[in-house]
């Protein structure tokens, strides 16, 4: 079951830090988002492997735009 990682605010995505096939725990930061001129980190939820990158940096994104997947 694939586990989304969301983006938590409106903002332009600045990096994406994992690749598809990476495995992450809990809590690790897996992106970077720009939003009111701050830079936000944003973490993964659970422990697993990327499975599917669905943004791209410079992607403008809305609350809940899944980022990537993990499994």
Do not use: H
Not at 12 to 41: C, F
Request: proline fraction near 8%; charge should be negative; hydrophobic fraction near 45%.
């Amino acid at each position: 079951m694939a586990i989304p990682v969301n983006a938590p605010m409106v903002g332009r995505l600045l990096s994406i830090n994992v690749q598809v096939g990476d495995q992450v725990k809990e809590n690790d930061p897996v992106a970077v988002l720009e939003a009111m001129k701050m830079e936000v980190k944003i973490y993964s939820p659970s422990s697993g492997a990327v499975k599917e990158i669905k943004a791209a940096p410079g992607d403008v994104v809305s609350p809940d735009t899944v980022i990537l997947t993990l499994e």
